[in-house]
T-cell receptor
Framework: AQSVTQLDSQVPVFEEAPVELRCNYSSSVSVYLFWYVQYPNQGLQLLLK??????LVESINGFEAEFNKSQTSFHLRKPSVHISDTAEYFCAVSDRGSNYKLTFGKGTLLTVNP | DAGVTQSPTHLIKTRGQQVTLRCSPKSGHDTVSWYQQALGQGPQFIFQ???????QRGNFPDRFSGHQFPNYSSELNVNALLLGDSALYLCASSLVGTGGWTGELFFGEGSRLTVL
């Protein structure tokens, strides 16, 4: 069975500071990896995904994540955060034989303070 | 282009009652998945429907059932409600297509169920 561990439940940072949200997964098969963002009272929005190819993936709003197979990690980073990045971030994994079925972590609440 | 729409947005039920939640997928999508998100937790996969059949199921009891209609919309039914069923229920749609999965699920804003 798959599992996802998000090591920090809350991460407070100041505006324009760098941030890293950590994610580790366990799976016995090849996987797809995702980061989703959830703003208050909204559904989940896909931030970025790793399916294959380059292990470094980027989003349009400056986030990036790197798939590290040996460490079974998919940490999310941003070099300079904004107030508007305040949200809950979820890491998720899907094994390649189980399309569309995602296993989520418990989430990390990123709070960006002025 | 409307995204995934869910109804109702909020509802309150009492223990033992039954509830039906509805979902319309994003235009052009043919697969619907349901997730339960308890307070302070990540979403948990309930089941997935494609071609009007349940294709995959998570670790949820038979009290949770669903249906997909020919227009790809879907319903989630929960019988004999328990206090622990209180959660945000999220619907997600995707397209199987001929090119394989693109790796994206589009989520609705959810139906928040409170069981008293």
């Amino acid at each position: 069975a798959q599992s996802v561990t998000q090591l920090d439940s809350q991460v407070p940072v100041f505006e324009e500071a760098p941030v890293e949200l950590r994610c580790n997964y366990s799976s016995s098969v090849s996987v797809y990896l995702f980061w989703y963002v959830q703003y208050p009272n909204q559904g989940l929005q896909l931030l970025l995904k790793y399916l294959s190819g380059s292990t470094l993936v980027e989003s349009i709003n400056g986030f990036e994540a790197e798939f590290n197979k040996s460490q079974t990690s998919f940490h999310l980073r941003k070099p300079s955060v904004h107030i508007s990045d305040t949200a809950e971030y979820f890491c998720a994994v899907s094994d390649r034989g189980s399309n569309y079925k995602l296993t989520f972590g418990k989430g990390t609440l990123l709070t960006v303070n002025p | 282009d409307a995204g995934v729409t869910q109804s109702p947005t909020h509802l309150i039920k009492t223990r033992g009652q039954q509830v039906t939640l509805r979902c319309s997928p994003k235009s052009g999508h043919d697969t619907v998945s349901w997730y339960q998100q308890a307070l302070g937790q990540g979403p948990q996969f309930i089941f997935q429907y494609y071609e009007e059949e349940e294709r995959q199921r998570g670790n949820f009891p038979d009290r949770f059932s669903g249906h997909q209609f020919p227009n790809y919309s879907s319903e989630l039914n929960v019988n004999a409600l328990l206090l622990g069923d209180s959660a945000l229920y999220l619907c997600a749609s995707s397209l199987v297509g001929t090119g394989g999965w693109t790796g994206e699920l589009f989520f609705g804003e959810g139906s928040r169920l409170t069981v008293l």
